[in-house]
């Protein structure tokens, strides 16, 4: 996957995010009344600026994509005619304030709530919460759990995919509760756990739970080779069986996924067969940062027999009012989860190395994107959830500072000093400062040290 590729996606997704957030201000302050000078995707110089509508509102495109703004009237900011003054910012009452300031994460939360409902609607392909064979010794073992149990609720809560399971055991795991699985075929378990390590909760954090996904046995026959990937400018072609790798022979997909895993940017002679003939190709598989690792990919993917993957995969759709309903829920409870995680982190019972900067984001708006739309829309939809709930954090300089401020306004029947806003700017741009550093910080620590 090209840099640029990435970028270009990247910049796709920060542009709907941003837009949406920042028209949610605009729409919430037209219907307040108040006049909206400036709505800009971007920050610093406007590279295209037009001017629309009855107020003549700036519409700009600026230099810095990564953000965006919408500039009201208001005294505190310069002049303003006297004609004009009742439809400042700082003339409405504080409800219309807050409400304006709220719409911007609402309108994060209804997007997310829209793109799952599409996802709900139109049916998102899964696996089934099926596992594998428990490792020896662990608590799903123990609890006599078997490769082919399929899970259907861990403590009341569904998982109609193997995605929903492995959430749904990281937020009980998180939270060092007692797990209680109820299996397809009638079965209730217990699993004596001890508390989850969250050192890396992109990694198989499962796994000390015994908790594997059911994995078959599939034969080294490449089906798909994507046009930009590595096996493809090797001359992989879909039919090719692979034999054997630097001489060592690869019995089936599972150990041709493990070698490559293991040569990130590392050449491997490759001997395969097609129609018939046996001959050997070199390939490079691309190094790619995945769970704080460095792993090899080539962009290929195995033949698999279609009576294998239908037992595997199921299909989660909804009708629309159900679907409408379920793409709510799953909003809310990414929204709780965010939060308590944020919370566990300033607690300390949850690294800070789980925090993601713009360089990851970036990352798996490009991988996404390359897995087709339904999987670029489930990580807007995440993205979204994620930008909402940190904008309402009560940090001055993000919506949920001004936010305590016209809640303080509202307690006490004044409003907050300037000189108080000023102190609390510069605090927030200190905390902001140092949440980013830490965020790029674990970026590069991906990146580089993986």
């Given at each position: 996957?090209s ?7 990247f ?13 949610g201000?605009?729409?919430?302050a037209?219907l307040?009344?108040v006049k909206?000078?400036?709505f800009?995707?971007g920050f ?6 037009r001017?629309?509508g ?14 965006g ?9 310069g ?9 400042s910012?700082?003339?409405a ?14 309108a994060?939360?209804?997007l997310?709530?829209?793109?799952y409902w599409?996802l ?6 899964a696996m089934k ?7 020896a010794?662990?608590?799903a073992?123990?609890?006599?759990l078997v ?15 193997f995605q929903d399971?492995r ?35 992109e ?11 059911y ?5 080294p ?6 046009p930009d ?12 069986r692979?034999?054997a ?15 490559v895993?293991?040569h ?7 001997e395969?067969?097609r ?5 050997a190709l ?10 704080g690792?460095r ?5 290929a993917g ?5 009576a294998v993957l ?9 009708g629309p ?8 829920v799953?909003?809310w409870?990414?929204?709780l989860?965010t939060l308590?995680?944020?919370g566990?982190?300033?607690?300390g019972?949850?690294?800070?190395k789980?925090?993601s900067g713009?360089?990851?984001i970036?990352d798996y ?5 390359s897995?087709?739309?339904i ?23 993000l919506?949920?500072g001004?936010?305590?401020?016209y ?7 004044r ?9 609390g ?5 200190t905390l902001l ?8 910080f674990n970026?590069?620590?991906?990146l580089?040290?993986?």
């Amino acid at each position: 996957m090209s840099v640029l590729h990435t970028i270009l996606w990247f910049l796709v997704a920060i542009g709907i995010l941003v837009v949406v957030h920042e028209f949610g201000h605009y729409l919430a302050a037209r219907l307040a009344g108040v006049k909206v000078l400036r709505f800009s995707f971007g920050f610093g110089k406007p590279l295209v600026s037009r001017r629309f509508g009855r107020d003549q509102t700036e519409w700009t495109l600026s230099a810095l994509p990564f953000g965006g703004y919408v500039k009201m009237l208001d005294e505190r900011e310069g002049e303003v005619p006297a004609a004009e003054a009742h439809r400042s910012f700082n003339r409405a009452t504080v409800w219309r304030r807050i409400g304006i300031v709220i719409a911007g994460p609402a309108a994060n939360f209804l997007l997310a709530i829209v793109f799952y409902w599409a996802l709900l609607l139109h049916g998102l392909p899964a696996m089934k919460p099926m596992i594998g064979e428990p490792p020896a010794g662990t608590p799903a073992a123990q609890a006599g759990l078997v490769a082919g149990d399929e899970i259907r609720r861990v403590n009341g809560t569904d998982t109609p995919s193997f995605q929903d399971l492995r959430l749904t055991l990281l937020r009980a795991g998180v939270a060092a509760e007692a797990i209680t699985l109820e299996l397809m075929d009638g079965r209730s378990v217990r699993l004596d756990v001890q508390p989850m390590q969250t050192e890396n909760l992109e990694q198989d954090i499962l796994r000390p739970l015994g908790i594997v996904r059911y994995d078959p046995v599939i034969a080294p026959v490449i089906g798909k080779v994507l046009p930009d990937g590595a096996a493809a400018r090797a001359g992989f072609q879909p039919g090719d069986r692979l034999l054997a790798a630097n001489g060592e022979a690869v019995a089936n997909w599972q150990d041709w996924v493990q070698v490559v895993r293991q040569h990130p940017a590392k050449p491997l002679r490759i001997e395969y067969e097609r129609q018939g003939q046996r001959d050997a190709l070199t390939v490079v598989p691309e190094a790619v940062d995945e769970a704080g690792q460095r792993v090899g990919k080539i962009g290929a993917g195995p033949q698999v027999d279609e009576a294998v993957l239908a037992m595997l995969m199921t299909e989660v759709r909804y009708g629309p009012v159900e679907a409408l309903w379920q793409g709510a829920v799953r909003t809310w409870d990414m929204s709780l989860f965010t939060l308590e995680m944020m919370g566990r982190m300033v607690l300390g019972q949850v690294s800070w190395k789980n925090l993601s900067g713009p360089l990851t984001i970036a990352d798996y708006a490009g991988q996404s994107a390359s897995l087709g739309w339904i999987s670029f829309v489930g990580f807007l939809a995440l993205v979204s959830v994620s930008l909402g709930v940190l904008n309402l954090l009560p940090i001055p300089l993000l919506d949920g500072g001004h936010l305590m401020y016209y809640v303080a306004e509202v307690l006490t029947g004044r409003p907050v000093s300037e000189r108080t806003m000023e102190i609390g700017s510069r605090i927030g741009m200190t905390l902001l400062l140092l949440l980013m550093s830490f965020a790029l910080f674990n970026d590069l620590q991906r990146l580089i040290g993986g």
